[in-house]
């Protein structure tokens, strides 16, 4: 069973179960001017420090990354992401928007 993954299923009772490989299929990367990007200062459960949230980016996850490294040294911050999130260390978010807007993403301001 050796490079099997079971998605936790270790063994079934049942004589009839068979399993299913329920892999999905990564999202295709809308082209940015597809793409509406909601920005976000959050500080909630953060030490009372800010952080800008980018919501909404569809596509792959390596897409995402690299979205992110490029909004990190734009900005000279740190980051990461975070459940389909891009989280930008400090209230960045007027920077962020010119900086995605002259990639040709339309953006939204949102929240806090």
Do not use: H
């Not at 050796?2 to 299913?20: C, H, Q």
């Not at 569809?58 to 992401?81: I, M, P, Q, Y």
């Not at 459940?83 to 002259?102: C, M, P, T, V, Y």
């Amino acid at each position: 069973m050796a490079g099997k993954k079971r998605d936790g299923i270790v063994y079934s009772t049942n004589p009839d179960f068979r399993y299913e490989d329920v892999t999905r299929e990564e999202e295709i990367t809308l082209p940015p001017d597809k793409q509406l990007l909601y920005v976000w200062i959050d500080s909630k459960n953060r030490s009372g420090k800010s952080v800008t949230l980018i919501k909404g980016f569809r596509g792959k996850n390596t897409d995402r990354e690299e979205l992110a490294a490029s909004l990190k040294k734009f900005c000279g911050t740190g980051g990461s992401v975070k459940d389909g999130d891009i989280i930008i260390q400090g209230d960045l978010r007027n920077k962020i928007i010119g900086f995605l807007a002259g990639k040709g993403y339309k953006t939204k301001k949102a929240g806090g």
